[in-house]
């Protein structure tokens, strides 16, 4: 049973740069066929696209962030990162990680998430 | 940009009862990546129906997908006490969109 869990600092800065790890297990994350994705909420708000990016190191970055988010994927560690950079209180959310079917499908498995609060 | 709609924003409705929510895109778009997913607080999203009519591994056949071009419908033929959640339809145009969500209440 393929299995996901992010990780993080849980509290970061405004202006700063936040790191979220994602760490897969029961499934090779360096699978040609599968993509991986991350996925925020933002309190009271809907889900929100962040990016996604496959094994060859391709990414997909939602417009809306491009230009402050950077994806990586560390296949020996079966490790995903998400840098998003300039952070602001708007980017209070939980992030997920999550298994992308195909490419920019959907997402079947997902992490539980993590809590990230931007504040001083 | 494609914009996707969802209608209603929010339904109340008792265990048994069925439910259908819509999703409408502002162009017609491809079903082969219509997605609908569940969220309930406190979870991960779970994948529903993907290709606008496929059910996801382990989803009862309570839940159905339709639709094509720029209507799709998620129905749940019986509401269950565990169904109450808000569904999120989404569709990837150049970029992944997430409808704005339907929350299903009692």
């Known amino acids: 049973q393929l299995q996901l869990q992010e990780s993080g600092p849980g509290v970061v800065k405004p202006s700063e740069t936040l790191s979220l790890t994602c760490t897969v297990s029961?499934?090779?994350?360096?699978?040609?066929?599968?993509?991986w994705g991350w996925i925020r909420q933002s309190p009271g708000k809907g889900l929100e696209w962040i990016a996604t990016i496959h094994s060859s190191g391709t990414t997909y970055y939602s417009p809306s962030l491009m230009g402050r988010v950077s994806l990586s994927i560390d296949a020996p560690k079966s490790q995903l990162s998400l840098s998003l950079r300039s952070l602001t209180a708007a980017d209070t959310a939980v992030y997920y990680c999550?298994?992308?079917?195909?490419?920019?499908?959907?997402?079947?498995?997902w992490g539980p998430g993590t809590l990230v609060t931007v504040s001083s | 940009e494609v914009v996707l709609t969802q209608s209603p924003g929010s339904l109340s409705l008792s265990p048994g009862d069925r439910a259908t929510v819509s999703c409408r895109a502002s162009?017609?778009?491809?079903?082969?990546?219509l997605a609908w997913y569940q969220h309930k607080p406190g979870q991960a999203p779970r994948l529903l129906i993907y290709a606008a009519s496929s059910r996801a591994s382990g989803i009862p056949d309570r839940f159905s997908g339709s639709g094509s071009g720029t209507d799709f419908t998620l129905t749940i033929s019986r509401l269950e006490p565990g169904d109450f959640a808000v569904y999120y339809c989404?569709?990837?145009?150049?970029?992944?969109?997430f409808g704005p969500g339907t929350k299903v209440d009692i």
């Open positions: 162009q017609s778009v491809s079903s082969s990546n």
């Open positions: 999550a298994r992308d079917e195909g490419k920019n499908t959907w997402f079947y498995y």
């Open positions: 029961g499934g090779p994350i360096s699978s040609t066929y599968y993509f």
């Open positions: 989404t569709q990837y145009v150049n970029s992944l969109i």
